[in-house]
C-alpha cells in the first residue's frame, strides 16, 4: 500500500464537505476521484498533498515514496524555454553527465596510479547514468513535449509568454518526467486536445507506478482506471473496475436502495389499511389481531428515504415545428486567418434527425466552422444553404450569446416576453437557479453557472436545428448524463464540437474529422470511428463482405422475448384481478354476516323472543355458526391482503 487516508472530515463555514472519507491506494493502482461539482474532490488531493489540513483523520503515504500533484491551474513563472523547464528536472543527471565528461578530461593528463582512480570513478558515474536513463532523458523529454501537443518550433518558447492552459501543460510535463512513486492529477485533459489525451492515456496506463486522477472525462477513466472512490453527500464509497463499470454498480445501487424503500413504505401502508379495517370489523379477535399488527410494525426498523444531492438539472429539448429533409448544404468551404490555412474546400450535408460531431485537433477549426454557419464569421470562399423551415439554436462554448450586465431573470424574461413571471423562475429552478439567485448578474456567475443558463436559454428556444460549441465545458458528469438523455431524446437535428469521447459515443451517429484541412466522414459513434481509424490503418482487410462494426440484432429473438413478456404480463393482471374479486366476495360476505349477527343481536332483546326458549337456542346457534365463519373469512381476508 502506498497511500492510506482513514476517516478524513472537513468543513468550510461549519458546512461539511468531507466526512469520514477512507479509501487506500495499492503500488500500481489507478484510481479516479468522483462526484458532483463541489463535493470535494479538490479538496480531498489538497488535504493529501498538505495544502489543507483536514479537521479530522489521518492521511499516511509509505515511508520513503515520493508523489508528484498536478493542480487544476498552474502559475508557473519563469524566463525559461518549455525545453529549458523541463529539462530542469533532469538536473541530477545533466549534473551527472558533466562529472563524466570533466572525468574523461582528467584521465587523457593523469598519471598510472591516479587513472586507476579515474578509471573506477568513471565505471561508477556511467553505470548510475545509464541506470538512470542517461543515454534517453533528452529524447524522453522531447517525446512527453510532443506527446502534450508541443511542436518542436515551441520548445524554444519562454514558459512566461504561455497561455493558462500551456502553462499547465508545461507542469504535468515536469511532473510525468519526475516520475514519482504517486501521481495526483486534478483535471489533466482540460487544456488538451484528443490526440494528447490520447497519449497521455497511454502513458498512464503503462505508468509504473501508482496514478490518483480528479476529472470529468469519463471516457479517459474508463480507460485507466480499475478503481473509483466516489464522493456523495460527504460520504466516500470505493468501486473497483472502470468508470462504466462504476456507472452500472452505481445504478444497481441506487436503484435497490429506493426498490427496498419503496417496498417497505408500500408494506407499512398495507398493515396500516389491514390494522385500520381489522378495527372497523369491531370484534374482539379482529382487535387483537389489529393490535398484534401494530406492535409488530412498531419493530421495524425503518429505512431512510435515499438521498440524492439537489444537483439534478432538468432539460427537455423538444422542436416547436419540424424542418424539411435537408437540414444543411457545405460546399468548398475555405478559411484562413492570415497566414493559418484552416480548412479549404470542406463540404458536408446534414439530413433532418442526425446527431453530427465535428472532431479534430485544437486550432484545427472546428469552432470556426460552427461559427460560419451561424453567420458570425465570414468565410474565405464557398456555400452553405440552410434547408426550409430550419431554426437554428445556437450554443456558444465563450456564451457570447449571454448579456454580461443582466440579471439572469432579465436574460431570459427579454429573450422570450411571453413568459410569466412563474414560468421563467420555473424554468432557471429546472437549471438549479432558485430563490435569489435569479437577481444575480452574468458576469458574476461561474463557467459552469454560464453554461446552464446558456442551456436554459436552447430549450426555451424550441430550434429544430442544435449547433453547439463544447456543450460539456464545465458541467458535472451527472449534469452530462442529464444533458446527453436530453439530445437523445431530441427529435430535431444536432451539429456539436466537442472533445468529449464519452459525451460523442452517446450522441453522435455521425462524426466530422477535421484534419489536415479536410473533413473525413464516419457513420457511427466514437467507438466505431476508433475502430474504422484502425481497421483502415491495418492491413487485414475483412473479405467475407460482412461488417465488423455493424451489431447484429436478432430480431427474432427480441419478438419471442417479447412474446413471453407479454404472456407473463397478461397472467400476472389475471392472477391480480383474481385476487382482487376474492376479496370483494369475502368482504361482502363479511359485511353480510355482520349485518345477520347485528340482526340476531335486536331480535334476541325483543319481549317475545326473550320468553321462547326454543326460538333463543336457535338464534344463539346461529349467532355462534357466524362467529366461526366471521374468524374463517377474516383469516382468508388476512392471508389474501397479505399477498
Known amino acids: 500500500m502506498i497511500l492510506s487516508c482513514q476517516n478524513i472530515s472537513k468543513a468550510f463555514n461549519e458546512k461539511h464537505i468531507l466526512k469520514n472519507v477512507s479509501f487506500h491506494i495499492e503500488d500500481y493502482d489507478k484510481a479516479a476521484i468522483v462526484g458532483i461539482n463541489g463535493a470535494g474532490k ?15 483523520g489521518i492521511v499516511t503515504l509509505s ?22 523547464e523541463l529539462l530542469s ?36 558515474l556511467t553505470h548510475r547514468f545509464e541506470s538512470d536513463g542517461g543515454y534517453s532523458y533528452r529524447s524522453e523529454l522531447t517525446g512527453v513535449l510532443k506527446g502534450l501537443g508541443f511542436a518542436e518550433e515551441e520548445f524554444s518558447k519562454p514558459v512566461s509568454t504561455l497561455s493558462g492552459g500551456q502553462k499547465t501543460r508545461v507542469a504535468l510535463g515536469k511532473l510525468l518526467l519526475l516520475k514519482p512513486d504517486l501521481i ?20 498512464l496506463m503503462n505508468y509504473k507506478g501508482a496514478v490518483i486522477i480528479v476529472s470529468h472525462d469519463r471516457y479517459f477513466l474508463d480507460r485507466i482506471t480499475n478503481k473509483i472512490i466516489e464522493i456523495d453527500q460527504t460520504r466516500s464509497t470505493v468501486f473497483t473496475g472502470n468508470y462504466s463499470s462504476y456507472a452500472e454498480k452505481k445504478e444497481q445501487l441506487r436503484a435497490a436502495e429506493w426498490k427496498a424503500y419503496l417496498n417497505q413504505q ?28 401494530e406492535k409488530m410494525l412498531d419493530k421495524i426498523e425503518r ?13 427537455s429539448l423538444e422542436p416547436k415545428c419540424s424542418s424539411g429533409n435537408d437540414v444543411l448544404h457545405v460546399e468548398n468551404l475555405s478559411k484562413s486567418f492570415d497566414s493559418l490555412q484552416l480548412f479549404q474546400d470542406i463540404g458536408f450535408d446534414i439530413k433532418k434527425g442526425e446527431h453530427v460531431a465535428i472532431i479534430g485537433d485544437n486550432g484545427t477549426g472546428k469552432t470556426t466552422i460552427l461559427k460560419i454557419i451561424n453567420g458570425l464569421l465570414p468565410a474565405d470562399s464557398g456555400s452553405l444553404r440552410l434547408g426550409a423551415n430550419v431554426h437554428i439554436g445556437y450554443y456558444d462554448q465563450e456564451h457570447h450569446v449571454l448579456h454580461m450586465e443582466k440579471t439572469l431573470f432579465e436574460e431570459i424574461s427579454d429573450e422570450y416576453p411571453s413568459l410569466n413571471n412563474t414560468e421563467i423562475r420555473n424554468t432557471l429552478a429546472a437549471f438549479l437557479f432558485t430563490g435569489e439567485d435569479v437577481f444575480k448578474q452574468i458576469k458574476d456567475l461561474s463557467g459552469g453557472e454560464r453554461g446552464r443558463v446558456s442551456l436554459a436559454k436552447l430549450m426555451l428556444s424550441k430550434s429544430n436545428f442544435l449547433i453547439l460549441d463544447e456543450p460539456t465545458n464545465h458541467l458535472d458528469i451527472t449534469s452530462k448524463e442529464i444533458l446527453e438523455d436530453a439530445l437523445n431524446g431530441y427529435t430535431g437535428t444536432v451539429l456539436y464540437v466537442s472533445h468529449d469521447r464519452y459525451f460523442i459515443n452517446r450522441t453522435a451517429s455521425r462524426i466530422l474529422e477535421l484534419s489536415g484541412h479536410a473533413l473525413t466522414n464516419y457513420l457511427g459513434n466514437y467507438d466505431y470511428y476508433l475502430e474504422k481509424k484502425q481497421q483502415l490503418s491495418s492491413p487485414a482487410v475483412q473479405t467475407d463482405g460482412s461488417s465488423p462494426f455493424s451489431a447484429p440484432h436478432d430480431a427474432g429473438e427480441k419478438e419471442s422475448e417479447a412474446k413471453l413478456n407479454w ?25 353480510e354476516l355482520e349485518r345477520r349477527d347485528a340482526e340476531i343481536d335486536g331480535e334476541m332483546t325483543r319481549p317475545e323472543i326473550c320468553t321462547n326458549v326454543a326460538r333463543l337456542q336457535e338464534l344463539s346457534k346461529e349467532k355462534n355458526s357466524i362467529a366461526a365463519e366471521l374468524d374463517q373469512l377474516m383469516e382468508q381476508w388476512e392471508i ?3 399477498e
Do not use: C
Request: proline residues 1%; negative net charge; glycine residues 2%.
Open 42 to 56: 479538490t479538496t480531498l488531493l489538497k488535504i493529501i498533498v498538505g495544502d489543507l489540513q483536514a479537521d479530522e
Open 63 to 84: 515511508k520513503d515514496r515520493t508523489f508528484g500533484y498536478l493542480a487544476q491551474h498552474q502559475s508557473v513563472d519563469t524566463e525559461h524555454t518549455i525545453y529549458e
Open 89 to 124: 528536472v533532469k538536473q541530477e543527471l545533466i549534473t551527472l553527465e558533466a562529472r563524466i565528461r570533466e572525468t574523461e578530461l582528467r584521465m587523457k593528463t593523469a598519471g598510472e596510479k591516479e587513472l586507476a582512480h579515474l578509471m573506477e570513478l568513471y565505471s561508477q
Open 184 to 203: 495526483m492529477l486534478d483535471e489533466p485533459t482540460n487544456h488538451l486536445d484528443m490526440s494528447s489525451i490520447t497519449w497521455l492515456e497511454t502513458y
Open 266 to 293: 408500500r408494506e407499512i401502508r398495507h398493515q396500516e389499511a389491514v390494522i385500520t379495517k381489522l378495527k372497523s370489523f369491531n370484534r374482539e379477535k379482529s382487535i387483537k389481531r389489529a393490535e398484534s399488527r
Open 303 to 315: 429505512l431512510e428515504k435515499p438521498t440524492q444531492a439537489d444537483t439534478d438539472m432538468h432539460i
Open 567 to 591: 404472456k407473463e404480463q397478461k397472467e400476472l393482471q389475471a392472477k391480480q384481478r383474481k385476487r382482487e374479486n376474492a376479496l370483494k366476495r369475502l368482504e361482502e360476505r363479511i359485511e
Open 640 to 642: 389474501l391482503e397479505s
